[in-house]
């Protein structure tokens, strides 16, 4: 079955950097893209950009361009979301997502389980 | 960016009732909508996909319908593990984005 499996969770000072890890099994993971998505505490769902494991091409929300790098490592199976220059504003659980089989590229079957990262000095 | 606004943004039902959430888009979408339920502490779960098929072992008391900009995720019957908060989220554009939420409460 598919799993993505994220790592644990992150407590940040203003303007350091965060990296996530997502794993994922059950599946070739090259032939699947990988989307990160977050939520602020009592805020909707973000979506923040994707990484195609198969050749490395990423795109990126404009809100987040400049300050979020995707990238993966097809060895481990594993994506990674960096965010630089962190804000108190960017304190969420952070979501890796996979999307469905059939349904089209944005239609998430599949979820990591989440990682909290807090920026607080 | 393609705006989605739900409605309402909260809601107080009782087990048995039948509930109607909303979703405007801010342009026409087509049918790429999508429902998603989250529980606290948990990822979201996808219910419905373009805009009315369920997804494979979601029960069938949850329907979607809708297109262009209007959508409705309806529950014929409230059971108590409907209690959740529910968004929509469009998928017709390369910039994905969600709706603020729908949080269902028991009355």
């Known amino acids: 079955q598919v799993q993505l499996v994220q790592s644990g969770a992150e407590v940040k000072k203003p303007g350091a950097s965060v990296e996530v890890s997502c794993k994922a099994s059950g599946y070739t993971f090259t032939n699947y893209a990988i989307h990160w998505v977050r939520q602020a505490p009592g805020q909707r769902l973000e979506w923040m950009g994707w990484i195609s494991a198969g050749n490395g091409i990423t795109k990126y929300s404009q809100k987040f361009l400049g300050r979020v790098t995707i990238t993966r490592d097809t060895s481990a199976s594993t994506a990674y979301m960096e965010l630089s220059s962190l804000r108190s504003e960017d304190t969420a659980v952070y979501y890796c997502a996979r999307r469905c089989e059939d349904y089209g590229d944005y239609v998430f079957c599949f979820w990591g389980q989440g990682t909290l990262v807090t920026v607080s000095s | 960016d393609i705006q989605m606004t739900q409605s309402p943004s909260s809601l107080s039902a009782s087990v048995g009732d039948r509930v109607t959430i909303t979703c405007r888009a801010s342009q026409s979408i087509s049918s790429y909508l999508n429902w998603y339920q989250q529980k606290p502490g948990k990822a979201p779960n996808l219910l419905i996909y373009a805009a009315s098929s369920l997804q494979s072992g979601v029960p069938s008391r949850f329907s979607g319908s809708g297109s262009g900009t209007d959508f409705t995720l309806t529950i014929s019957s409230l059971q108590p593990e409907d209690f959740a908060t529910y968004y929509c989220?469009?998928?017709?554009?390369?910039?994905?984005?969600f709706g603020q939420g729908t949080k269902l409460e028991i009355k």
């Open positions: 989220q469009q998928s017709y554009s390369t910039l994905c984005t």
